[in-house]
């Protein structure tokens, strides 16, 4: 299949406890999104959106997150993420992701993946792992 750009996509999710800052980092931060699940979310979202157009064996992993917390989103309100695909470059994919939440623009900022072969990373794992065994 081949991956071209202006490919995009969109996740909705209600934000709960779980989701919260607070619960990350065990803080005491108000009940908001918390950054590191806004991110795992803008990276799912592109993930998701090339996935269908690999070819079998392969995968994507995040290699760059330049992401912007735009503001604060409570438990209980509803966002939107969005990753549009803007350059593929060999193996490299470049994507705009945004998010929003009821109210207003939460985020924005660029993410990279690349594109890999799973069995050549899981045997690379495992001669790393056999690295630190000797």
Same mark, same amino acid.
């Given at each position: 299949m081949t991956i071209e750009v202006g490919l995009t996509n969109e996740l909705n999710l209600t934000v709960q406890e779980s989701d919260t800052a607070a619960s990350m980092t065990g803080g005491e931060l108000p009940p908001v999104l918390g950054t590191? $699940? @806004? %991110?795992?979310l803008l990276e =799912?979202? #592109? $993930?998701?959106?090339?996935a269908k157009h690999l070819a079998k064996g392969q995968t994507t992993v995040g290699a760059l997150v330049?992401? *912007? !917390? @735009?503001a604060a989103t409570p438990v209980g309100m509803k966002i939107r993420t969005r990753a549009e695909l @803007?350059?593929?470059?060999?193996?490299? @994919? $470049?994507?705009?992701?945004e998010a929003w939440d009821e109210v207003e623009k %939460? #985020?924005?900022?660029? !993410?990279?993946?690349?594109?890999i072969?799973? =069995?050549?990373?899981?045997? *690379?794992?495992? =001669?790393? $792992?056999q690295s630190i065994n000797r």
């Open positions: 590191p $699940r @806004l %991110i795992q =799912q979202t #592109a $993930r998701i959106t090339v330049n992401v *912007r !917390h @735009l @803007l350059e593929v470059e060999g193996r490299r @994919l $470049r994507f705009r992701v %939460i #985020a924005e900022g660029e !993410h990279e993946r690349f594109i072969d799973e =069995q050549r990373f899981k045997e *690379r794992l495992e =001669q790393k $792992r």
